[in-house]
């Protein structure tokens, strides 16, 4: 049994009474005997179709207590889990698994019933902690099975299938062993104090690695309690908090700066703020600027530890520590070690040398899923991220090398993007860059060269953003449309982004429609 499994299994078996998890949309907490029926249940479904050890399920829910026994069913089994968005369009989730082969997926009732092939099996089933849910099963893949592969789990087998934006308009594929994410949730867990006494509430989605590992496993781990929210919601939080007694949560910097803006959440908390005790609000994606992290501290009377991370090494690399954080910095390595590549190649943790972030550790990837050597050298993760360290080894974040947007905390994959929205006719040349966002870090922009320049440029940024909507998941839908002439290019014809985005903000042979 791996360590993970062996954690997991004993911890349930011994507290079956002990209440685990909390279901915000159900408003009802789940014990550990619940928990551990509901894996029964779902390891007797996968069982009865032969599902078992390296199959991989995709899973397509809103936020739902849910995951933790889905969780834990697939990993006892060997299975790897693959979380989407719930925003998720049919059309995508189906490229996504005729890709990639999925023996069998478990969505919402109303997801399953779009799926229209009859290779597709759909088993509905009700859990303690999903009274509805669809089972789905792919019979191509699983034609001459007779019984469930129960092999013992490996270390090494892949437990966690997470995307990461690329710039080639592929997600890049992060596969996250057994051993590594129970790596990343012992770390993160002792950087982030917590322990058996956390109320750990989780508004982040989770089909992103901060609430599966970053929260919900360092939560498991430490023995804590979680509270699952459907959502991030700025007039529910403070209630929320209270009402459950919440100590710690995870959030990115576009959520504290609506929390501080938001008048119903002032309110709420200016109301309930004498049996409210959030002593800890970690904060990643993006630097905070330095009023508002403190603005949130003094308001709050809360720690904001600020950090760094990424799906490939399971969430956090670095965090700032609690008796010592130095706003601005993404705080010190954690479990981790971190280095600055130079541009002649040498890694360094020499102060005030700007290069490439390279990370290595037990919880960060040697190889994706997909080759992507370049991404790798010599033992070494190269982040694409530009970074400094200080004197006393804080790190500082200067930019990204690669040409990623970050949008309130998710990463958006520009060439992903440009794929969809060029099957519109009317577009003749089309590029998608990140512009300014005070709320949400980057704004995705679509910059457009119309076929019919000046005709109907309004109903066509209509088009484009239905278009979006329609065909792309919430946080990679174009919220800007700006019309140009020409794009700048390279000698072979590359359009160069950065000089682009300087041309689009400074308004130079460009209009917003």
């Not at 997991?8 to 551990?36: C, I, M, N, P, Y």
């Not at 322990?195 to 430490?222: G, K």
């Not at 010592?324 to 590549?341: C, L, N, Q, Y």
């Not at 440009?418 to 922009?445: H, K, M, R, W």
């Amino acid at each position: 049994m791996t360590a993970l499994n062996q954690h997991l299994s004993h911890q349930l078996a011994s507290e079956l009474d002990h209440q685990f998890v909390k279901d915000l949309s159900l408003d009802r907490w789940f014990t550990g005997r619940e928990l551990a029926q509901d894996i029964a249940t779902l390891a007797a479904v996968w069982d009865t179709h032969a599902i078992g050890h390296r199959d991989q399920l995709l899973v397509c829910l809103p936020n739902a207590a849910a995951f933790w026994p889905i969780n834990q069913a697939a990993w006892a089994r060997g299975m790897a889990m693959h979380p989407l968005s719930p925003t998720t369009p049919i059309s995508e989730l189906l490229r996504d698994h005729n890709a990639h082969h999925y023996q069998t997926m478990i969505l919402t009732p109303a997801l399953a019933a779009q799926l229209t092939d009859p290779a597709f099996t759909i088993v509905p089933l009700a859990l303690h902690t999903a009274p509805a849910l669809a089972l789905v099963f792919d019979q191509r893949l699983l034609a001459g099975r007779t019984q469930a592969d129960l092999s013992t789990p490996t270390e090494e087998d892949i437990a966690l299938i997470m995307h990461t934006s690329g710039t080639t308009g592929q997600p890049k594929r992060v596969g996250l062993s057994q051993r590594i994410i129970f790596n990343a949730a012992r770390h993160n867990a002792e950087s982030n104090h917590v322990s058996r006494e956390t109320v750990a509430l989780i508004t982040m989605p989770m089909f992103h690695i901060n609430a599966q590992v970053m929260a919900m496993l360092a939560v498991r781990y430490a023995g804590g309690q979680l509270v699952i929210a459907p959502k991030f919601s700025a007039s529910a939080f403070w209630p929320q908090v209270h009402d459950n007694h919440v100590t710690w949560t995870t959030v990115v910097p576009t959520m504290i700066m609506i929390l501080l803006l938001n008048d119903k959440a002032n309110a709420a908390y200016a109301q309930l703020a004498a049996g409210i005790h959030l002593d800890v609000v970690r904060c990643s994606s993006f630097s905070l600027p330095e009023d508002k992290l403190t603005s949130f501290q003094t308001r709050y009377h809360t720690h904001v530890l600020e950090g760094y991370g990424m799906t490939e090494s399971s969430s956090q690399c670095t965090i700032n520590p609690i008796d010592a954080p130095k706003i601005g910095s993404a705080g010190r390595a954690v479990g981790t070690e971190v280095a600055i590549r130079t541009d002649t190649g040498d890694f360094t943790q020499a102060p005030d040398v700007i290069g490439e972030i390279a990370v290595r550790g037990d919880h960060v990837i040697t190889q994706y899923m997909d080759p992507h050597p370049d991404a790798f050298v010599n033992g070494w993760f190269l982040t694409g991220d530009l970074g400094y360290f200080d004197a006393d080894q804080y790190l500082f974040i200067k930019g990204r090398k690669k040409e990623i947007i970050s949008r309130g905390g998710e990463k958006v994959s520009p060439a992903a993007v440009e794929n969809v929205l060029s099957e519109l006719d009317f577009i003749a040349q089309l590029a998608v860059i990140g512009l300014p966002d005070p709320l949400y870090g980057e704004e995705v922009t679509a910059v457009v060269v119309s076929r019919t320049p000046g005709i109907d440029e309004a109903a066509e940024r209509q088009a484009l953003l239905d278009y979006g909507r329609q065909h792309l998941a919430k946080f990679e839908q174009p919220t800007r449309v700006v019309f140009v002439t020409n794009f700048p290019r390279n000698a072979t014809g590359k359009v160069l982004r950065p000089q682009l985005r300087d041309q689009v903000l400074t308004g130079g042979s460009t209009h917003d429609a």
